[in-house]
């Protein structure tokens, strides 16, 4: 320690002197003076700030403080005073009193016992620094941050309603726990009166009021009755009326007087009211004994009557004798304030649909909530069973209930403002529900299947929606999908899902993915539901978590999306994998829809290119759904070795393909297959089918039509690629996709 | 965001300045220290200036605003030089651009590290490529004409006061450079005349989100000098083409640069300069003086002197602003480079404590 000075018996002060005396390099501040007082150690330092030349709060380049530390106890916070006379007052994080010695600053936003355990000595007087350099730029109450409130909390709580904090106020919750009182209020008069207090409501409205300097705590009535004069009430008055009115009378021996008091604060002088600040405050005494204390009511002793004193005035009262109780006072959220803690960034409540309100569904719509984004409707036609409650956020009371309706009541219990709806039915038999359901589907912002239905997913992709999504696990549980529509809808769900499977069958990083799915199910996302296969509550949460983070994100972002999030069990590790998604060209004819994606027809150009003159072509792979009578071609591969390339016919060979179709299907749980043919026209030959070309599809309606699947022939010419799809007792659909330029 | 760095290399200058669109310019490069002695506190500029520049060592200009030792010491040492292969090395830092004063070109009878940059701006101005000439054009034209080249070939060298440099513009690079000197002169025989020894003396105006930074880089003028820069400006209605919102006071915080007369305890400047500086300085203003420490008497003659200080002291005070002397920033006792950064809300000093034990290398470990 420096002989220079006293040696601070505080532990952070002795490190923050060695700092400034000891740094080998300039620290930016200088030790002027140590002094040992009492309990105290306190340390006069000047700090050289880092300040734009145009700054909005005159900060100077040296800015003097004193530090004040508990002497033995660096439990408690140094308080940081400017001793600078001329220091701005009435700025956001300041006190609005100037005390002995200087005025103090508001440096410590976090909990000192979690600040401490890091805070050298070198990072109290950088964190001192940096604050004189925000509070100069402005900058350290952030225009996100709520406003300020105007005085400081303390023990006691008060828990208020979202929204206006206007009364009348009606006492629902009351709670002791270590010695300190919990109050819940409604503004709704209760069925029941409680009868677990002894409080009156004392709620009277005052001024509004600029948001600025904290008021030093008031802690008599004296110094309350002060402040509110100084915001223009006349709080005594207004008390006074109060207490002598009948309803406190009546019971003034047994209640206890609460003061709320509400005060309307804007940002700006001239500014609208932007937000109400309640103060409460118990006094700790009955309305007769305060009553007494104003000289404005009597109680007879014997009787415990209360009557208000006649000429009686409190003008004489001793104020400063009359201890408040200030109390914290907390407010309960709706989605907005949600919104704030959460840090989402969308300003307004949204609509969205849920499919499926199970494992991923009902997780995801609950953390979604709790980040304030909603209001959701809940599809789901199942019932809860017990197993349900290990890894869905249903729990025992939901059991025989249907899901929908359990998460609802979920979703409406997680903040004061509810507003969720449940449909209870299947999509595909919504029967008197069918109404509400076209409802929730056309008003949805986005719509999300979490069904883990193929069925469900493509049904989707038919609705009236504004945007489509789905969002589904792998089959062993441990990889995400997430695939969404763009907001313009150019891609569809269905037509996404398709590119994933082709994706899933040929990119390494996606390799097993679909490993563990059983062929002879339908399900490909059959984890949620097969018992035999356990999946950690752990694991689904940690994916979900992904999911509900993507669903954010999509609010926020107009683009399609194909991204898998793929979780390591062991290590808990979790590799993305995002995939842009590709363009489609669609066509529709009659029931049947085809599309094609972008890739393909670059794929078929340029093969094409690279044949020179000759011909050349190889089979097109895609999905269908016999349903909905909807075929996706997502690959066009290229000519098997053993074809026949000629400038003027191309005959596909056969060498390779087959176990290279297999491949595909068993990669891509069966989901991809053998569409039909392709082949290119050269140049100066149209991309419209010739006599032979006839033959080829006839050839595939021969082998192919009667095996109830779509067949499809394509012709890619120099200009544009011509498409035909047959399907047994549906129409022979065509198509042209003129090219863009290359 | 811009930034202007100035380096504490006693009296001596060097300033450079790197944009916001990573384009760089210095003006003058004097690397004065020694590093045989312990006890010299400059700093070791190349060292400095080669850290910043990192791989790229290209820069878009460098001005000499004259060739006096301390603005262009070791700079034969460290500049690619395009007249001679002796000076051509890949270590070496190439110059896009040379920014002279015309008697940089015209001075005769110089020598040492003024003599190679003489010749390399004549050996550019000559090819006519990477070089700019501050000069009254018709001062240029016997050396041309004298070398059997077309005046008329190389007007687009050279600038003269009053103008802006192209080399860059607002709209795309965030600054501007205006020309004060050199400048001619009308002499008692009614001719107009640059006079040799005038040093380069500009305002950068930097703009970022259309606000406006104004710097005054003043080198070695004299305060007669600065009396016409003001007079000629004035004449002009530019007065806002000397506005500042940072100084780099000139010669070393001399005197002379703000009166004849010294002073007892403050130097009174000439009414011309009192503008300048009390005027034309905007609130905040900040005042560098490139120089030794400020001395506490007047034994010695040379730069600084201590009533010029008090002068652009109480300047500071007056603007509420800052007064920085290079050999004092952030201590007398560990001078450091001085790092302002230009934003829309005008001018910052850096003052980050250094991390010295992650930038720097350990000290060396082991057994022996």
């Known amino acids: 320690m420096c002989e220079a000075f006293d040696t601070p018996r505080s532990r952070l002060a002795r490190s923050v002197v060695r700092y400034l005396v000891g740094s080998p390099n300039h620290p930016y501040a200088t030790l002027n003076q140590v002094s040992l007082n009492g309990s105290f150690d306190m340390l006069e330092i000047e700090l050289e700030i880092e300040l734009a030349q145009r700054r909005p709060v005159p900060i100077q380049h040296k800015e003097p403080v004193r530090l004040t530390f508990m002497a033995h106890d660096d439990s408690w916070p140094p308080r940081v005073l400017s001793t600078r006379e001329n220091f701005p007052t009435g700025m956001v994080h300041t006190n609005l009193d100037r005390e002995a010695g200087g005025l103090a600053l508001c440096i410590w936003e976090e909990a000192w016992p979690d600040l401490s355990t890091n805070l050298t000595g070198q990072a109290l007087v950088e964190r001192l620094r940096s604050w004189f350099s925000s509070m100069a730029a402005g900058t350290v109450h952030d225009d996100e941050q709520l406003l300020e409130p105007l005085i400081l909390a303390s023990s006691h709580t008060l828990i208020i ?19 300190q009182m919990i109050l819940g209020l409604s503004k709704e008069k209760p069925e029941r009166e409680l009868t677990t207090h002894n409080f009156a409501i004392y709620a009277p409205q005052l001024p509004g009021q600029q948001h600025g300097a904290l008021a030093r705590t008031p802690y008599d009535l004296g110094a309350l009755q002060q402040l509110c004069l100084n915001l223009g009430f006349d709080l005594i008055r207004d008390l006074t009326g109060w207490l002598q009115a009948p309803d406190q009378l009546r019971d003034a021996d047994r209640l206890q007087p609460i003061l709320v008091l509400t005060v309307p604060k804007r940002r700006e002088r001239d500014a609208p009211e932007e937000q109400l600040e309640l103060w409460c405050y118990t006094l700790g005494e009955s309305l007769a004994q305060l009553g007494e204390r104003l000289d404005i009511t009597i109680t007879d002793q014997k009787t415990k009557q209360t009557t208000y004193k006649l000429l009686g005035t409190a003008e004489n009262a001793d104020l400063p004798s009359i201890a408040l109780e200030p109390w914290r006072v907390v407010q309960r959220l709706d989605r907005g304030t949600a919104r704030q803690f959460a840090g989402a960034t969308n300003k307004t409540d949204t609509p969205l649909l849920a499919i499926g309100a199970g494992a991923i569904g009902s997780n995801v719509a609950m953390m979604v909530t709790r980040s304030g984004i909603g209001p959701w409707t809940v599809v789901d036609g199942d019932i809860t069973l017990p197993h349900n409650t290990v890894r869905q956020v249903h729990k025992r009371d939901s059991v025989g209930y249907p899901k929908a309706l359990g998460l609802q009541f979920a979703l409406d219990n997680v903040f004061e403002e509810g507003g969720n709806t449940a449909i209870p039915v299947n999509v595909f038999a919504p029967g008197e529900q069918a109404d509400a359901l076209d409802a929730a589907v056309r008003s949805s912002e986005i719509a999300i299947d979490f069904s883990a239905s193929p069925a469900v997913l493509g049904w989707l992709s038919e609705q009236p929606i504004r945007r489509g999504v789905s969002a589904f696990f792998g089959p062993d549980g441990s990889d995400l999908v997430v695939l969404a529509e763009n907001k313009s809808r150019a891609v569809r769900v269905d037509e996404i899902e398709a590119q994933y499977f082709w994706h899933v069958a040929t990119e390494a990083q996606l390799k097993g993915h679909l ?27 940690t994916l979900c978590g992904l999911a509900a983070g993507q669903v954010a994100r999509l609010l926020q ?14 290590t808990g590790a979790v590799q993305p994998v995002v995939i842009p998604v590709q363009q489609v060209h669609r066509y529709q004819e009659g029931t049947v829809r085809v599309s094609i994606t972008s890739g393909v027809i670059s794929t078929m150009r340029k093969l094409r290119r690279e044949a020179g003159g000759n011909e050349t072509g190889g089979v097109l792979i895609g999905t269908f759904d016999l349903v909905r009578n909807v075929v996706h071609i997502v690959a066009a591969l290229p000519a098997p070795p053993d074809s026949k390339q000629a400038p003027t016919y191309f005959v596909r060979g056969k060498k390779d393909l087959k176990p290279r179709i297999e491949e595909l299907s068993s990669g891509s749980a069966g989901r991809l297959h053998y569409l039909g043919e392709w082949h290119s026209h050269p140049r100066a030959v149209p991309a419209r089918p010739s006599d032979d070309d006839e033959g080829v599809f006839s050839h595939l309606e ?20 011509w498409i035909r799809t047959g399907w047994a007792e549906h129409a022979v659909v065509e198509g042209v996709i003129t090219h863009e330029p290359q | ?26 003006f003058d490069f004097a690397d004065m220290h020694n590093p045989d002695d312990a006890d010299d506190k400059r700093c070791d500029l190349e060292k400095e200036l080669r850290e910043i520049l990192g791989d790229d060592k290209v820069i878009d200009v460098v001005a000499f605003t004259h060739l006096d030792r301390d603005h262009c010491h070791r700079a034969k040492e460290v500049f690619w030089l395009d007249h001679a292969q002796k000076y051509q090395d890949d270590d070496r830092i190439k110059i896009q651009t040379l920014w002279v004063p015309a008697h940089a070109v015209l001075e005769q009878g110089v020598t040492g590290q003024a003599r190679t940059l003489r010749t390399e701006a004549r050996h550019r101005f000559i090819n006519g490529e990477g070089i700019r000439v501050f000069s009254r054009p018709e001062e240029l034209d016997d050396f041309l004409t004298e070398r059997d080249i077309d005046p008329a070939k190389r007007r687009n060298l050279i600038s003269d006061a009053g103008t802006l440099c192209p080399e860059f513009n607002l709209e795309h690079d965030g600054v501007e450079f205006f020309v004060h000197s050199p400048f001619g002169k009308r002499g008692d025989d009614d001719v107009v005349r640059v006079r040799n020894n005038d040093a380069l003396f500009m305002q950068a105006t930097f703009e970022v989100e259309e606000q406006q930074t104004k710097m005054v880089l003043s080198a070695d003028v004299t305060h007669e000098v600065i009396d016409d820069i003001v007079k000629v400006t004035q004449h002009h209605d530019r007065e806002y083409r000397l506005e500042w919102d940072i100084n780099n006071i000139p010669h070393h915080c001399s005197y002379k640069s703000l009166s004849d007369e010294k002073g007892d305890e403050k130097t009174e400047p000439t009414a011309t300069s009192k503008w300048l500086y009390e005027e034309a300085g905007q609130t905040g203003g900040l005042l560098v003086s490139t120089s030794k420490i400020i ?57 980050q404590t250094a991390k010295v034990v992650i930038s720097t290398a350990a000290p060396r470990a082991g057994a022996q």
């Open chain 1, 161 to 179: 309603p979202p929204g206006e904090m206007h009364g009348p106020w009606y006492i629902q919750q009351a709670y002791k726990h270590e010695g």
């Open chain 1, 515 to 541: 490993s563990a799915a059983r062929l002879d199910k339908i399900r490909y996302a059959n984890a949620c539901q097969d018992l035999s296969a356990p999946l950690p509550p752990w694991q689904l949460q």
């Open chain 1, 557 to 570: 972002n107009e683009d399609a999306c194909f991204q898998v999030w793929r979780l390591e069990p062991v």
């Open chain 1, 702 to 721: 021969a082998h192919l039509g009667s095996l109830g699947g779509p067949y499809i022939m394509a012709i890619c010419g120099e200009d544009d690629t």
């Open chain 2, 1 to 26: 965001m811009h930034i202007v760095r100035f380096f504490p290399i006693g009296n001596a200058d060097t300033c450079l300045i790197e944009l916001a669109n990573g384009r760089r310019i210095l």
């Open chain 2, 295 to 351: 001395p506490d008497g007047d034994e010695d003659d040379q730069p600084p002197h201590r009533q010029a200080a008090a002068y652009y002291k109480s300047v500071a005070n007056q603007l509420g602003g800052e007064w920085i002397v290079s050999m004092e920033h952030p201590t007398k006792t560990k001078p450091e480079p001085l790092v302002i950064e230009i934003t829309s809300a005008g001018y910052k000093i850096r003052k």
